[in-house]
T-cell receptor, first 112, second 113 residues
Framework: GENVEQHPSTLSVQEGDSAVIKCTYS??????FPWYKQELGKGPQLIIDIRSNMDKRQGQRVTVLLNKTVKHLSLQIAATQPGDSAVYFC???????????FGAGTRLFVKA | EAQVTQNPRYLITVTGKKLTVTCSQN?????MSWYRQDPGLGLRQIYYSMNVEVTDKGDVPEGYKVSRKEKRNFPLILESPSPNQTSLYFC????????????FGPGTRLTVT
């Protein structure tokens, strides 16, 4: 079926360390993979995305990797800060449309 | 300010009493979508709309209706709410021309007793 598996469900790191979240998607035709951050009481907000014609994309302290062969995604947050504490979601967009499948989310705690 | 607004933000209702959650965006986005968020399940897409008068089912459309009569508005209708529709609901919008980035509203917490 259509699903995105995301792990871990909870991640606790020390401030300054890196955090890595991994996802596996199901549809080899998916062409767009966003990562969203959701802070408490708010709607999700895009932090980085990657299209299927790329295998790596970097932003400020965030890097996303895409391995289409095995349908794996990963998000690395470098030099974590307490403000990075939130729930993070990966997602896949089905090719040709806007049907979006989200992972179950990873709750990240950054300890000061 | 560019934003997606939802109303109400909180709603407690009883089984079977029809309700509508409104969603409006001021960014002239073609695409709009509704999601529900439940613990351990992430966000699941209910319905989406590519443009005015064009809507399609997401993964969990049962028990919900939508309409897109105007570009800026995309209301979610629960004709006969049931307790299993107790959830946190998010509306989102996106341009379709060059980006799939979705802008989310602040959420509506619905409780059906």
């Amino acid at each position: 079926g259509e699903n995105v598996e995301q792990h871990p469900s909870t991640l606790s790191v020390q401030e300054g360390d890196s955090a890595v979240i991994k996802c596996t998607y199901s549809d080899s035709a998916s062409n767009y993979f966003p990562w969203y951050k959701q802070e408490l009481g708010k709607g999700p907000q895009l932090i980085i995305d990657i299209r299927s014609n790329m295998d790596k994309r970097q932003g400020q302290r965030v890097t996303v990797l895409l391995n289409k062969t095995v349908k794996h995604l990963s998000l690395q947050i470098a030099a974590t800060q307490p403000g990075d504490s939130a729930v993070y979601f990966c997602a896949e967009n089905k090719a040709g449309g806007f049907k979006t499948i989200f992972g179950a989310g990873t709750r990240l705690f950054v300890k000061a | 300010e560019a934003q997606v607004t939802q109303n109400p933000r909180y709603l407690i209702t009883v089984t079977g009493k029809k309700l509508t959650v409104t969603c409006s965006q001021n960014m002239n986005h073609e695409y709009m979508s509704w999601y529900r968020q439940d613990p351990g399940l992430g966000l699941r897409q209910i319905y989406y709309s590519m443009n005015v008068e064009v809507t399609d089912k997401g993964d969990v459309p049962e028990g919900y209706k939508v309409s897109r009569k105007e570009k800026r508005n995309f209301p979610l209708i629960l004709e006969s709410p049931s307790p299993n529709q107790t959830s946190l609901y998010f509306c989102a919008s996106s341009r379709t021309s060059d980006s799939y980035e979705q802008y989310f509203g602040p959420g509506t917490r619905l409780t059906v007793t």
